[in-house]
């Protein structure tokens, strides 16, 4: 099965930036749909961003975030600028087969995400 860690998430005020990682390994990473989703407290999951060949993005994160991969580390990122306190939620990484990417049915495989906190 494909295993998924984060990385990169912390504390920051709002207007800066993070990235985060998620590195993959147990099966071929180029053959995936790579997304990120977060979910904050009393919140249910959400989509934030997806990779295959194209680029797509949840609108609230249009112009701020960035989703990009490195096939040859088995990696992907997700740039985040412009934080806003209400980007604050665990981030999570995840990896499927599916062409509906913007929903969570659409992954086989998550990590354990990672938690952003943005401070006003």
């Known amino acids: 099965q494909v295993q998924l860690v984060e990385s990169g998430g912390g504390l920051v005020q709002a207007g800066g930036s993070l990235r985060l990682s998620c590195a993959a390994s147990?099966?071929?990473?180029?053959?995936?749909?790579m997304g990120w989703f977060r979910q904050a407290p009393g919140k249910e999951r959400e989509f934030v961003a997806a990779?295959?060949?194209?680029?797509v993005y949840a609108d609230s994160v249009k112009g701020r975030f960035t989703i990009s991969r490195d096939n040859a580390k088995n990696t992907v990122h997700l740039q985040m600028n412009s934080l806003k306190p209400e980007d604050t939620a665990v981030y999570v990484c995840?990896?499927?087969?599916?062409?509906?990417?913007?929903?969570?049915?659409?992954?086989?495989?998550w990590g354990q995400g990672t938690q952003v906190t943005v401070s006003s």
């Open positions: 995840a990896a499927g087969r599916s062409p509906f990417y913007r929903v969570s049915a659409g992954y086989d495989y």
């Open positions: 147990g099966r071929t990473f180029s053959n995936y749909v």
């Open positions: 990779t295959s060949g194209n680029t």
